[in-house]
T-cell receptor
Framework: NAGVTQTPKFQVLKTGQSMTLQCAQD?????MSWYRQDPGMGLRLIHY???????DQGEVPNGYNVSRSTTEDFPLRLLSAAPSQTSVYFC???????????FGPGTRLTVT | GNSVTQMEGPVTLSEEAFLTINCTYT??????LFWYVQYPGEGLQLLLK?????DKGSNKGFEATYRKETTSFHLEKGSVQVSDSAVYFC???????????FGTGTRLQVTL
């Protein structure tokens, strides 16, 4: 099993460009989440999903869109990248009723 | 709202030294508490957890006790190894397991 995979590993964007960060899991977990990690700020929740077709906002949702059409995939979309979105992005999954979240390896995004 | 405060790092210790990383929290309701570890270049992994007051979580020689009276969940290890060098995050959840609130992280460096 691959667990939680994220692509790409690294990405550089210019201000105003759009892109999608991919997250896929083969653990059959109901819950999936996106976090961003910034120096001195820990991880902050962007969006999360409790099942296919259901998404909700986290602590810092502005500038990001998500959708969950399948259990396995939870893409994060940046419609118009800004330098403030330079960060490391982590996808995480967990099974309903459990607390252990399984994290992907992360995507390092730089917006110039 | 919920918040987690961790001691600032970096913490530098010699191998076999005793480790304490302080963590205090504020939360609505009755939180579950977690320590996650992030090794260089990787995503986060759950290290240990405690779901109610006075519970002790333990794993790989690390321990933390849920202290409701002092709203604390300090991480301890009696004898650290070089391989313990990583960033440690304290976190809590008061609702769905998808919504974790993280501290800012404490970097531990262990030297020979």
């Amino acid at each position: 099993n691959a667990g939680v995979t994220q692509t790409p590993k690294f990405q550089v964007l210019k201000t105003g460009q759009s892109m999608t960060l991919q997250c896929a899991q083969d653990m059959n977990h109901e819950y999936m989440s996106w976090y961003r990690q910034d120096p001195g700020m820990g991880l902050r929740l962007i969006h999360y999903s409790v099942g296919a077709g259901i998404t909700d906002q986290g602590e810092v949702p502005n500038g990001y869109n998500v959708s969950r059409s399948t259990t396995e995939d939870f893409p994060l979309r940046l419609l118009s990248a800004a330098p403030s979105q330079t960060s490391v992005y982590f996808c995480a999954t967990n099974s309903r009723g459990t607390y252990e979240q399984y994290f992907g390896p992360g995507t390092r995004l730089t917006v110039t | 709202g919920n918040s987690v405060t961790q001691m600032e790092g970096p913490v530098t210790l010699s191998e076999e030294a005793f480790l304490t990383i302080n963590c205090t929290y504020t939360a609505t309701g009755y939180p579950s508490l977690f320590w996650y570890v992030q090794y260089p270049g990787e995503g986060l992994q759950l290290l240990l957890k405690a779901t109610k007051a006075d519970d002790k979580g333990s794993n790989k020689g690390f321990e933390a006790t849920y202290r409701k009276e002092t709203t604390s969940f300090h991480l301890e290890k009696g004898s650290v190894q070089v391989s313990d060098s990583a960033v440690y995050f304290c976190a809590l959840s008061t609702g769905t397991a998808s919504k974790l609130t993280f501290g800012t992280g404490t970097r531990l460096q262990v030297t020979l």
